[in-house]
């Protein structure tokens, strides 16, 4: 089982480029989720989606757009990268929102100069 | 907003001591969960524990919960040098007023096992 895989692992970016991290989980699970983890801030949430075709904001949606594309795919976009975009992202599922535990994705390293 | 504040902040022990790590939060919870992250790499789950449990144990981890003091303590027995990791708190953001229905994260406690 992979589990949830993000691609890229890593990413450099110049200042108005855009960009799509993609996310896929195995574990055919409803809920799924964008986090990003700044050092000293925890990880804060972007995203979250219910289930295919729902999508709602987290705590710093600013700057992004996301995409449910189906059970198993849940893309997070830059429309025009922003040096405070500069993060580790993180995708995570679970089977039902946040009353069961969540899997995490390796995680994408994104410098946007 | 933060939700769970990990305390302390860092923590550096002697393999084979036990470590504890405290995790307070501010609003209501329907459940709490804590995570492990080693260096670079993404979250493992460790443990939940409902808002109705007051203890649980997984292994060398035991998970408290005081709902009254709204706190947290995760307790790791005879420690290894393979715990250095940093452990998160986490709990449901809708119970926290986050607006999204996904997990809101301390900042953590970042765990040293000295061989």
């Known amino acids: 089982n992979a589990g949830v895989t993000q691609t890229p692992k890593f990413q450099v970016l110049k200042t108005g480029q855009s960009m799509t991290l993609q996310c896929a989980q195995d574990m055919n699970h409803n809920s799924m989720y964008w986090y990003r983890q700044d050092p000293g801030m925890g990880l804060r949430l972007i995203y979250y989606?219910?289930?295919?075709?729902?999508?709602d904001k987290g705590e710093v949606p600013n700057g992004y757009n996301v995409s449910r594309l189906n059970k198993r795919e849940f893309s997070l976009r830059l429309e025009s990268a922003a040096p405070s975009q500069t993060s580790v992202y993180f995708c995570a599922s679970s089977e039902f929102r946040a009353d069961t535990e969540a899997f995490f994705g390796q995680g994408t390293r994104l410098t946007v100069v | 907003s933060q939700q769970g504040e990990e305390d302390p902040q860092a923590l550096s022990i002697q393999e084979g001591e036990n470590a504890t790590m405290n995790c307070s939060y501010k609003?209501?919870?329907?459940?709490l969960q804590w995570y492990r992250q080693n260096s670079g790499r993404g979250l493992v789950h460790l443990i939940l524990i409902r808002s109705n449990e007051r203890e649980k144990h997984s292994g060398r981890l035991r998970v408290t919960l005081d709902t009254s003091k709204k706190s947290s303590s995760l307790l790791i027995t005879a420690s290894r040098a393979a715990d250095t990791a940093s452990y998160f708190c986490?709990?449901?953001?809708?119970?926290?007023?986050?607006?999204?229905?996904?997990?809101?994260f301390g900042k953590g406690t970042h765990l040293i096992i000295q061989p």
């Open positions: 986490a709990t449901d953001a809708q119970a926290s007023g986050g607006g999204a229905d996904g997990l809101t």
């Open positions: 609003t209501s919870i329907n459940n």
């Open positions: 989606s219910a289930s295919e075709g729902t999508t």
